[in-house]
């Protein structure tokens, strides 16, 4: 069992930067992912970024990669994403889940339908 709650969504301008938290319990993350997925208003979830718990190899949307960065805070068994250089487009309902993805390789880290446990969301918005 895992749970996730989100933290950090805020309104902003175009340009500011943002942090969000992913506070996490779970009674093992031997081979879990934590992602962050993004949501706006009609659309799909997007896969925003990811991080694998016990190597810390982070992946990226490419559409995010150079603005975003993800990291874990062990001591704090939290998942952050750094946001900066924010747009418009960014807005939306930023989630986290958890995933088992005991192969890297697979990609598994970047399908949404891999993800078991989610949190229920934080809003971000991006006002130009």
């Known amino acids: 069992q895992v749970q996730l709650i989100e933290s950090g969504g805020d309104s902003v301008q175009t340009g500011d930067s943002l942090t969000l938290s992913c506070a996490v319990t779970?009674?093992?993350?031997?081979?879990?992912?934590i992602g962050w997925f993004r949501q706006a208003p009609g659309k799909e979830r997007d896969f925003v970024a990811a991080?694998?718990?016990?190597?810390?190899?982070?992946f990226y949307a490419d559409s995010m990669e150079g603005r975003f960065t993800i990291s874990r805070d062990g001591a704090k068994s939290a998942v952050n994403l750094q946001m900066n250089n924010l747009r418009p487009e960014d807005t939306g309902t930023y989630y986290c889940?958890?995933?088992?993805?005991?192969?890297?390789?697979?990609?598994?880290?970047?399908?949404?339908?891999?993800?078991?446990?989610w949190g229920q969301g934080t809003q971000v918005t991006v006002s130009s």
């Open positions: 779970a009674r093992s993350f031997s081979s879990y992912v």
């Open positions: 889940a958890a995933a088992w993805v005991p192969n890297l390789g697979t990609g598994a880290q970047y399908n949404s339908n891999k993800y078991t446990y």
């Open positions: 991080i694998s718990w016990t190597g810390g190899s982070a």
